[in-house]
C-alpha cells in the first residue's frame, strides 16, 4: 500500500513540458534564408547561409512556395541552376517573408546572396501592386 501511495505522489510531481515545436515561418533560424515546398511558411523548408548554385542538392529544385530572409542580406532567386536564367529579389526585413506570385511558385533553382543578380523575371502580369 505504501509503494501504491508513494508512486502516485511521484506521478503527480513530474513537470510536463508545454513548449512546442515552432511552426510556419516561425521554424526559420534568425541569421538564415529559408525557403518552404508550402504556401504560408508550411511544408518542407531548407535553411541557408549562403549562396547555393544547385537547389535540386536539397530538395527544393521547382519546389518553394514561400520565404523568409532573416538575414542582413539581398537574396537573388535564379530560375535556373547555376546562377542563371532570371532573377526574382527577397529583400531583408519585414519585407522578406511571404507567398511567392503564383506564377513564380515551384520556379526557382539557384540562390545567391547580395548578388550582383541578373536580368529581372519581372513581376506577371496582373500580380504587380
Not at 14 to 23: L, N, Q, W
Not at 46 to 60: F, K, V, W, Y
Not at 70 to 86: E, F, M, Q
Amino acid at each position: 500500500m505504501l509503494v501504491a501511495v508513494l508512486a502516485a505522489v511521484t506521478a503527480s510531481v513530474v513537470p510536463v513540458s508545454t513548449a512546442h515545436a515552432a511552426d510556419g515561418y516561425d521554424r526559420c533560424p534568425d541569421g538564415y534564408y529559408c525557403m518552404f515546398s508550402g504556401l504560408d511558411g508550411t511544408g518542407d523548408m531548407i535553411s541557408l547561409r549562403g549562396n547555393t548554385p544547385d537547389l535540386a542538392a536539397l530538395g527544393m529544385n521547382d519546389r518553394a512556395k514561400s520565404d523568409w530572409n532573416r538575414t542582413a542580406s539581398t537574396i537573388y532567386l535564379w530560375s535556373d541552376p547555376n546562377y542563371t536564367g532570371c532573377t526574382a529579389v527577397t529583400s531583408s526585413g519585414p519585407t522578406g517573408k511571404g507567398n511567392f506570385f503564383p506564377a513564380y511558385q515551384d520556379f526557382f533553382s539557384s540562390v545567391q546572396f547580395d548578388g550582383p543578380g541578373g536580368p529581372s523575371c519581372g513581376t506577371p502580369p496582373g500580380e504587380g501592386g
